[in-house]
């Protein structure tokens, strides 16, 4: 896995430096990172989704709402419980 990248080719794969040349560099992600990464897209998208018809539609926003105060509710009583 690779952690960084700069603007000289040159990127760090775990402690040690290496020079990459030309144009073409590949990157490849773990399979964790990029289930991660299609995960939050989707959850993106659900997020964008509810909003849209939320603006248009009282059920879905009272919904949004509650969801959003429960969510609040569980991070409240997951904290006291530690």
Same mark, same amino acid.
């Given at each position: 896995m690779i952690s960084n990248i700069n603007t000289n080719g040159r990127f760090m794969n775990t402690s040690k430096y290496r020079e990459e040349h030309g144009e073409n560099v590949t990157i490849s992600l773990t399979g964790a990172a990029d289930a991660i990464l299609v995960w939050a897209e989707m959850k993106m998208l659900e997020e964008r989704?509810?909003?849209? =018809?939320?603006? &248009?539609?009282? &059920?879905?926003?009272?919904? !949004?709402? !509650? =969801?959003k105060t429960a969510e609040e509710q569980l991070r409240v009583v997951m904290a006291l419980v530690k």
């Open positions: 989704r509810i909003a849209e =018809l939320a603006i &248009t539609n009282p &059920t879905v926003a009272d919904a !949004a709402q !509650a =969801l």
